[in-house]
């Protein structure tokens, strides 16, 4: 494969196949713009260790910069910063420091930095991903548990808001989103991911550090109760997150109008009652796609990263085209598509067609593999729609009959970048042309064509003169004078024709082959010479030896595939019609079945598939 990189964007990247073969592959935010190249590149999100500005490592081949560990401070390193551009292409920043933090060591490996012991029992983690910065204050006990101030520093073109209990920052000139700063959660230890949602931040904040004032951001905890019994250790999370392309989630029947705000980094698929049932909602980009394309295959890849109560079961899960394409991912629930606007059906909005069932199964906790559909029909479901995104939605089989327990995928935003869903769909470019009322078009069609020629299923103007298509140039509906695949609509006029493959079904004074020769009766046609006058409803194929008396041919064969001569052959002209014709006939179906032949009386002709 090759890759095509002039036709990749931030979230696609083409590659060809050879010939007009290429292959798509959709993953949210796997590229970034590299403004000395002009073009979009595979991100490398491993911190380099590269003095820029006060920082010590860096991050820039990613959507966005990311800075860690200041240079210029022994005492506090925890530093971090983030910069990007907006539509302008103007620089934006913004700093956050850990207020008097002073991490005893500082582990910098692949996209994470680790400052160790900020206090006592208090590690504080940074992890890159394509659209995050993912902020995390690890609580070994419950002792551990404090009150931690950020304090920031940011671009003068920025604008900070509140938004649904996180902080929005908006760029003053253009009016976009460049970030959030998501609300902060507390996460327990242990597989059941035990979630606090009473946290908060305080802001309006300042702060004095040596000399200098800053603004500040206070992170509480308040859930003393929930503290007090967590499995520990405990993480605090406030991310900050760069707007992403595209979108997926989970939606949970057991909080039918609850959207799920925390998981993002899972997609969790589960079944073990009635209300215990959650299903899968993804969505990818079909914007890089050309307009003239012919999907030859596509396949959705889920990697399955964990189960609870399924381990050495069967599982089966289906995929199915979202017909409601507005869903927000984090307004999106069981109920609801988006806020306040509720789904057709409960559970999401979807047609069965073309939609694929798999199975499969793991003998351990901690799979670790990937899963996929064969979602051809579906894709081209969408690109036929002219979706500007192809939607996908996963339930379980027996879904809410049968306990099968629960299984995790990696998600979107998922920080091991290669485990994220993908959508690969290869194709073909499917060339245009014009042609003219005489042109003959060999072996392939294309999808339009001008008057007096045909597009890939319907006839722009009628054939006139010698129009012809070749082989499969036959169209599914023709008007006047030409004829359909399977029927004739009317009569060739002059000597129009089609090469070789005949239609199915024939009637009275339909012909083929060239031009008719002199001598030959009303609509009879051979191919080459014609030697003695044929009647109105004789019909041969290809060469025919001298000596045939008039009438000596077959008449009105209705169906090729398997007939009886109607008309016997005069005189002593029997041999030569089986050897020269018979033997010689390239009558074939769609399916290109070839012909049989036995000599008897009646000139029998059968398939032979």
Not at 282 to 288: C, D, I, P, R, Y
Request: aromatic content about 12%; some cysteine.
């Amino acid at each position: 494969m090759k890759p095509v990189r002039e036709k990749w964007d931030r979230d696609t990247r083409i590659y060809h196949l050879g010939g007009s073969q290429y292959k798509a592959v959709i993953q949210d935010g796997q590229n970034f713009y590299n403004r000395q190249t002009g073009q979009y590149e595979e991100i490398d999100l491993s911190l380099q260790r590269e003095r820029v500005y006060e920082f010590e490592y860096a991050v820039k081949r990613n959507s966005f910069a990311a800075y860690f560990s200041d240079a210029t401070d022994s005492v506090n390193p925890t530093l971090a910063g983030v910069e990007l551009y907006n539509k302008n292409g103007i620089a934006r920043w913004i700093n956050y420091k850990i207020l008097d933090a002073a991490p005893t060591e500082t582990e910098a490996a692949g996209n994470k930095i680790v400052y160790r012991n900020c206090w006592p029992g208090v590690d504080c983690e940074y992890t890159v991903t394509p659209e995050k910065i993912k902020f995390s204050v690890v609580f070994a006990s419950r002792e551990a548990v404090r009150e931690v101030v950020v304090t920031l520093k940011e671009s003068p073109g920025l604008k900070a808001v509140l938004q649904d209990g996180g902080i929005v920052y908006e760029d003053k000139d253009t009016g976009e989103t460049l970030w959030r700063i998501e609300a902060p959660f507390l996460m327990g230890g242990g597989r059941r991911r035990q979630i606090n949602r009473n946290t908060r931040f305080r802001t309006g904040l300042t702060r004095t550090v040596k000399g200098r004032q800053y603004k500040a951001l206070a992170l509480t905890a308040d859930d003393r109760e929930w503290l007090d019994n967590a499995e520990y250790p405990v993480t605090l999370d406030p991310t900050t997150a760069i707007q992403p392309p595209g979108k997926d989630n989970f939606i949970y029947k057991g909080m039918p109008n609850t959207p799920d705000t925390l998981n993002s980094d899972i997609l969790m698929l589960t079944n073990t009652s009635s209300t215990d049932v959650s299903r899968a909602l993804l969505s990818f980009s079909l914007a890089s796609l050309p307009a003239d394309i012919s999907v030859n295959y596509a396949e959705l890849n889920l990697f399955w990263t964990e189960q609870w109560g399924s381990k050495g079961r069967t599982l089966y899960y289906t995929a199915y085209r979202l017909t409601q394409l507005d869903w927000l991912e984090l307004e999106v629930c069981w109920n609801n598509r988006r806020s306040g606007v509720a789904w057709a059906a409960a559970g999401g909005d979807y047609t069965t067609a073309n939609g694929r069932t798999i199975s499969f199964s793991s003998p351990v906790d901690y799979p670790n593999g990937w899963i996929y559909w064969n979602l051809t029909n579906m894709v081209k479901d969408m690109v036929s729609l002219g979706q500007a995104t192809a939607d996908f939605l996963i339930k379980i089989g027996y879904e809410g009959t049968s306990d099968t327990g629960t299984q995790f995928y990696a998600a979107k935003d998922s920080a091991q970048t290669d485990y994220r869903p993908y959508l690969a769909i290869t194709y073909s470019q499917v060339k245009t042309a014009s042609f003219k009322a005489d042109s003959r078009l060999a072996k392939r069609y294309t999808r339009s064509f001008t008057a007096d020629a045909a597009r890939k299923k319907s006839i722009a103007k009628p054939f006139t003169g010698n129009g012809a298509m070749r082989k499969n140039g036959i169209a599914s509906s023709f008007t006047a004078n030409s004829t359909s695949r399977k029927s004739t609509a009317g009569t060739f006029t002059g000597s129009a024709a089609f090469d070789k493959e005949f239609v199915r079904s024939v009637t009275a004074q339909s012909v083929f082959k060239k031009s008719p020769a002199s001598g030959s009766a009303a609509y009879s046609v051979l191919r080459d010479t014609l030697c003695g006058g044929f009647t109105a409803d004789c019909l041969v194929t290809k060469v025919v030896s001298t000596g045939f008396i008039a009438g000596s041919a077959l008449r009105k064969p209705g169906i090729l595939d398997s007939f009886k001569a109607s008309a016997a052959l005069r005189s002593g002209n029997t041999a030569i019609f089986f050897d020269q014709v018979f033997l010689d006939l390239q009558v074939t179906t769609k399916a290109n079945r070839a012909l049989a032949v036995t000599k008897s009386n009646t000139w029998e002709v059968s398939t032979v598939t």
